[in-house]
């Protein structure tokens, strides 16, 4: 269960009344989620109903979260599906539990889309664009805390615990997307704010419409090109009960891309570069994987993710047999580019 700190009622009561959001109602530890405390909270003000989501950061400290908080309220700003997080009398939206950050949230409605069809695929992909346009002006800058200096970081602290042709395939794949990562194209690629982690369950649907996009967590300045690639490595691949190589499924692969791009065309040097930037979605997740199972940090990792799932989409990409046609417009790399 992801509760690591027990917020006392009377301790959530007073933030609550500090945000104007009257009084606590309800207070329910949330069981999903692996990295921080979350609690469903209820209260009434004015004999209304309101419902937040409480957030106790055990990872993040208070230098990071301004950049997550500031961005998630410029964009409700902006009219996207996003969690709002509250502010005081003073305007301040980051406040302290027991020591640690914590913020108070919209509670959005719905469910996570675990089987996504088309329609959902579509759903994310115009939203994701919708984002990346509303996001441009956003004055903040912060890097993406799980980009290519921290793969370099910690690519030799996983390398002790993997076997010489996982050890051979993460260190080439390291030397790849450094080469690439330094080419005149991909410095040139279009970026901002991204959210970088806008898997399956970080979305909400009801009823079949997109409700909101959550955990930005992971946020950080960076291509728009990941954050397509990190959605369309999660969204688009084949059902784990069909297979799990991470081969994509054509039709819903097509449908996030063509949705995304009825909002912001990729330019050609993007398209040229999503196969690389496919690779690297995978590869990020292999990486982080492998570092939260092999080195779990101390507020228990209770649930770490199969690292090999990655490994396996990391793999499929660079045979490039699984990625339909429409994804790539030309075989070249970066690095050729
Ligand atoms: N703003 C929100 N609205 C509705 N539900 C939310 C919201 N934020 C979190 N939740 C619920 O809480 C669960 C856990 O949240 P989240 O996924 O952010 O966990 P985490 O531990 O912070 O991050 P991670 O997913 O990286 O482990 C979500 O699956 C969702 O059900
Ligand atoms: N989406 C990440 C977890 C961190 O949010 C993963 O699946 O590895």
Redesign the pocket.
Known sequence: M?VYTEVAFAEAAALLHALDLGDLTDLQG?K?????T?Y?VTSERDGVTLQH?L?VFERLGFEQLPFYLHLMKHLAGKGIPV?DPAANANGDILHTIQGKPAAV????RGH?ELQPSVVHCEAVGEMLARMHLAGRDFELTQPNLRGLSWWNETVPVVLPFLDPDQASLIRSELAYQNHVAASPACVALPRGPIHA?LFR??V?FEDGELT?L??F?FAGCDTFLFDLAVCLNDWCVRHSADSDDGAHDPARAQALLAAYQSVRPLTATERQLLPATLRAGAFRFWISRLWDLHLPREAAMLQAHDPSHFERVLRTRLQQAGTPAVLTSSQETCAAA
Do not use: Q
């Open positions: 992801a949330i999903g989620g692996i990295e921080n979350n469903f989501v957030t969690p949230v919209d509670r959005l996570s982690d369950d970080n909400m909101g959550f955990d967590y």
